[in-house]
């Protein structure tokens, strides 16, 4: 009897992904490659999770790395026999022989096609003139799982940014050219919000601010036009980002009380979702009372959270893990240093693993918690863990502020300079 693949399924709710919408994104992948629309269906995607199929396809598997960011074996599927030899092959290179040619394929493809509706048959879609349906919808959503997923991977590039506007332009176009019931509009709409919501955010992250609020103003229309609750408190969320970093912390916590307002905040999770948040914006206006009052009801409501309901994919970052990270950055803003250092073990312990860029901030921040604590031998140490590729938006602007307290905190220490001696290089 075949085991059940409990791997992929874990990978699948993570990125919030159904059978169906990991079907579409596997053709989408492979689509890049062939020029032809992926044959992957629902009964294949449950022939992997169910365990029944063991090793897929060559650019199945390869699909489905790039849209995991991870190797095939890690997904929970085990290679042929032959390819377990006396001499096995490292789990990073457990492929035939053909794979090699196909994986430089796959990497330059998806690295920025796959994102972009242009090169996904996105104008073959939006040319037709049937009646739009859910299998549309399904294509877009996993699209923006796609998304999402890059994002957590790399952070606010200015890359994921335009693929995000690409596909809000593209969900627009499909509602102004094709007939749709009114649930299907509703849905188009809440995706167009979506997409221009992860836009507004990774360009909040990439520190481009001007961009992000115009963004801002389309993605809280879309999100009014979807009636989507659970969209416009995402939009609110990165509303009160956007504020927080042009230094309006009032209209951050007036963003806050926006999206307490929604039907969906009455959810746990949603609300401490928000308290945390809040939070953080009564941290920046040194209210440390406020601001603790908040990180205790943000603890509270995700205690009481049900974590196994169904919610959507881009509310699936929000675990244990990032409250430990919003609350990290609160205490930061506090002084707590000590308090932050724990909030930052904490976030390192149980952040997942596709989740590079709050990997690379929690460092940021556990650099700064330690000089705070007067280490600066170990707060530099944490800094040079940081990866080079992960040295942008919001984590660069943390280690350039890290380098300034760094100077003024420890001039003499052998530890400043052999920062600023790597730093230069």
């Known amino acids: 009897m075949a085991e059940v693949n409990e791997e992929l399924t874990a990978r699948m709710r993570d990125l919030g992904l159904t059978q169906e919408e990991l079907a579409e994104a596997l053709n989408t992948v492979i689509e890049q490659i062939t020029g032809r629309f992926g044959t992957v269906s629902v009964r294949t995607i449950h022939n992997f999770t169910s365990g029944r199929t063991r090793w897929p396809q060559a650019r199945q598997r390869l699909a489905l790395e790039a849209i995991f ?80 997923a890059s994002d957590n991977r790399t952070g606010g590039t200015h890359r994921v940014e335009q693929a995000a506007l690409g596909w809000a332009q593209h969900a627009l176009h499909l509602q102004r050219t094709r007939p749709a019931s009114q649930r299907v509009r509703g849905q188009l709409y809440g995706l167009a919000a979506g997409f221009m919501g992860s836009a507004l955010w990774a360009a909040i992250d990439g520190g481009r601010l001007g961009p992000a609020r115009q963004h801002l103003h389309e993605a809280v229309s879309l999100a009014g036009l979807s009636g989507d609750s659970s969209m416009q408190f995402r939009i609110w969320g990165h509303a009160g980002a956007l504020y927080r970093n042009l230094g ?17 905040a009455r959810d746990p999770l949603y609300a401490s979702l928000v308290h ?18 908040c990180l205790g009801l943000a603890e509270s409501a995700l205690s009481r959270a049900d974590g196994d309901a169904l919610r959507p994919s881009w509310l699936l970052f929000y675990d244990s893990a990032e409250f430990h990270l919003l609350a990290l950055t609160a ?82 220490d052998p530890a400043t300079r052999a920062w600023f001696e790597k730093e230069l290089l």
């Open 69 to 148: 960011g991870c190797a095939a074996t890690e997904l929970g599927f085990v290679p042929h026999a032959r390819a377990t030899s006396d001499h096995p092959i490292p789990a990073h290179a457990q492929h035939h022989e053909e794979e090699p040619v196909l994986r430089r394929e796959f990497l330059a493809a998806t690295s920025a096609a796959v994102l972009s509706p242009l090169a996904s048959g996105a104008p073959a879609t939006a040319s037709g003139s049937g009646r739009l349906g859910q299998s549309d919808v399904n294509r877009l959503s996993a699209q923006f799982a796609l998304i999402i």
């Open 331 to 412: 205490t930061t803003s506090l002084g707590l240093w000590d308090q932050a250092e724990a909030h930052a073990h904490h976030t390192l312990a149980k952040l997942r693993p596709d989740l590079k860029r709050n990997r690379a901030l929690t460092q940021a921040y556990l650099a700064h918690a330690q000089l705070g604590q007067h280490e600066p031998g170990l707060a530099v140490a944490t800094a040079h863990r940081i990866p080079a590729q992960a040295r942008h938006g919001r984590t660069a602007h943390l280690l350039n502020n890290f380098g300034h307290r760094l100077h003024a905190l420890a001039p003499n």
């Open 248 to 264: 309006q912390c009032t209209s951050a916590l007036a963003a806050d009380e926006a999206a307490k307002r929604t039907r969906v």
């Open 276 to 293: 945390a948040r809040t939070a953080v914006h009564h941290a920046d206006l040194h209210d440390r009372q406020a601001a603790l009052r």
